[in-house]
């Protein structure tokens, strides 16, 4: 069930029916399809195409959320109601954290980026020795010789564990593959990995000598997984096929 996005006066932005920390209804800042669209509307704004929203972020990544408003207004008619609190609300309740808001009144989004950003001022500490990469047994039998690159994105994305790089694989490949990626020795090697979330970690290219085993388990996923995938998937279908 997608959760409304409301504001406690006393203890600030929550998702759901009732503030966790005082349990008050608060006020409705956005329902759940408003919550859908303003999401797309920042992951292109945020990690694709700024220009196509006249939006011009800095090297590593951030805009004034005011000058958000008046982009998303310009394309979105029915978001008039839309004030940089709703924009900061939303990426702080965030629970995938795709989004960081700073003290400056800034936004980004943390991953996921087709476009340069500069991220040498992401957090570098508490990163584990292995972290997860999904990918495909035809695909590792090029990788573990070349290494791997960043594809459609601009930095290669790198998961806290096992399961969650299966997960994440799903929303791209039918029965992904999860390869082991030595992250102890290339930060030893001089080869940086920053924490974008708390799940999500980026890098440059890994070399080869950096890739650990294959793994080909398999894992159940939660009725929400299920659905998430399933609507990704399919307006990347209708995407292609023009629909949208």
Known sequence: M???????????????????????????????????????????????????????????????????????????????????????????????????????????????????????????????????YQTTPEEYEFIKETGISPSDKTWVHLSRDVRQAYVSGLYHIDSPSILAVKTGEMIANNKPVYRATDEVFLTGEIPAQFLGDLKTERFELTPEEEADIKAVRERRERKIRGEV
């Open 2 to 132: 997608e959760l409304e996005l409301r504001d406690c006066r006393q203890d600030g932005p929550f998702r759901g029916k009732a503030c966790p920390v005082c349990d008050n209804s608060g006020k409705l800042l956005m329902n759940p399809r408003e919550i859908e669209t303003m999401g797309r509307v920042l992951a292109g704004m945020l990690r694709h195409f700024p220009e196509n929203y006249g939006i011009k972020l800095d090297d590593h990544g951030w805009v004034k959320t005011y000058l958000i408003v008046p982009a998303v207004k310009a394309q979105r008619r029915f978001f008039e109601w839309l004030t940089p609190y709703h924009i900061e609300a939303l990426a702080r309740t965030d629970p995938k954290q795709r989004y960081q808001v700073n003290d400056r009144e800034e936004i980004r989004a943390t991953y996921g980026h087709t476009i340069p950003i500069e991220i040498d001022d992401m957090p570098t500490d508490g990163i584990p020795e292995e972290l997860y």
